[in-house]
């Protein structure tokens, strides 16, 4: 009998956290899964931690030399035998009723198709809380992802059946690109609740690879902006990129222009109706914001001067809104002028 769930985690020399992520698989709530472990050409230990475990829901792959993480996945997506397809990497911990909570969902809700939930990055503990419904994770999908990749839980069969595999043309934005193409098929949701604790390492592809994310997400963020039927100039599609990576130049006149351009990319929105207004809208209000705080502490800010912005009325920003940001400017230990 096929398992429901698999529980899809490629590791390439990973001996030093594989056996906390493969005790945290083996210990969950929710008992009708395999593991499938792809290892991808390790040098070190890590397939012999694997396959020191004596249980049966485990089943070792191996990669005849090392084909990558894009590759890993795709052999796993086509190997796996559950119904769902759960991702897990070698160095994180899910939480011991993850696969449960997720079943329980997408059982719940047949229109979805991937089902995330919220992380906890450790050591340091912070909370990534991410959006719950599908089109407010269309919305940030605008500009970075709507899912945690580790953490998602996904159908199998819709994936299969509309061709949805990781494009290896988009190494270390696999996930980005890949979500972008499968909202078009299918809704997605994330759990509000944290059930995978995300290991923070110097190592990792988001520390080692900025730069080349940063040049290989333009061409893709560039794309939304044309369905908003926007034709941006060069210099517009520098100050975008700017304005959602948080780069802006410290000088009160860029962040004019920066204004000027969210509300350029509302009005379209809002003529062409790709993105449901109210979620777009707040998202471009959170986009405002975070570049206020940024450039605030770089003294080319003012809280006047963020609040005073016609994002936060047209984004129907409430006044609960207005003062959790303003105690979010205070804890940041900047001045209200």
Not at 121 to 136: A, C, I, Q, R, T
Not at 169 to 181: M, N, P, Q, V
Request: charged share 25%.
């Amino acid at each position: 009998m096929e398992p429901r769930v698999t529980v899809l985690m490629p590791v390439f020399n990973g001996a030093a956290f594989v056996t906390e992520a493969v005790e945290s698989i083996l210990g969950q709530s929710y008992p009708d899964f395999e593991l499938l472990v792809i290892d991808d050409g390790s040098t070190d230990k890590s397939a012999a931690i694997v396959l020191s475990y004596d249980d049966p829901r485990i089943r070792l792959v191996k990669n005849g030399h090392n084909l990558g993480l894009i590759a890993s996945l795709n052999r796993g997506l086509d190997l796996a035998r559950g119904e769902y397809v759960a991702r897990m990497d070698a160095d994180d911990i899910s939480r011991p009723r993850r696969l449960a909570r997720q079943v329980a969902f997408l059982d719940s809700h047949p229109e979805v198709g991937v089902c995330g939930s919220w992380v906890r990055f450790f050591p340091d503990g912070y909370v990534w809380k991410l959006p719950p419904s599908s089109e407010e994770i269309r919305c940030r999908q605008f500009n970075i992802v709507g899912v945690a990749h580790p953490s998602v839980m996904l159908r199998r069969g819709l994936f299969l059946e509309h061709g949805l595999y990781y494009d290896p043309a988009y190494l270390h934005l696999e996930d980005f690109e890949l979500w972008g193409r499968a909202l078009a098929y299918m809704q997605f949701a994330n759990i509000q609740e944290v059930l995978l604790d995300y290991r923070v390492t110097p190592d990792q592809v988001s520390s080692r690879h900025r730069a080349e994310q940063l040049a290989a997400v333009a061409p893709l963020r560039l794309k939304k902006v044309l369905e908003l039927g926007v034709t941006p100039s060069p210099a517009e599609q520098e100050l975008h990129e700017q304005v959602v990576n948080g780069t802006l130049p410290v000088d009160p006149r860029q962040l004019d222009r920066a204004e000027r351009w969210l509300l350029k990319l509302q009005a379209a929105n809002r003529a062409a109706g790709i993105y449901d207004h109210g979620f777009f809208s707040q998202w471009l209000l959170h986009i405002w914001f975070s570049e206020c705080r940024r450039l605030a502490r770089l003294g080319a800010c003012s809280w006047r001067r963020c609040l005073g912005s016609r994002l936060w009325s047209t984004g129907n920003a409430s006044p609960w809104r207005r003062l959790t940001a303003a105690g979010a400017w205070t804890l940041q230990g900047l001045r209200h002028v």
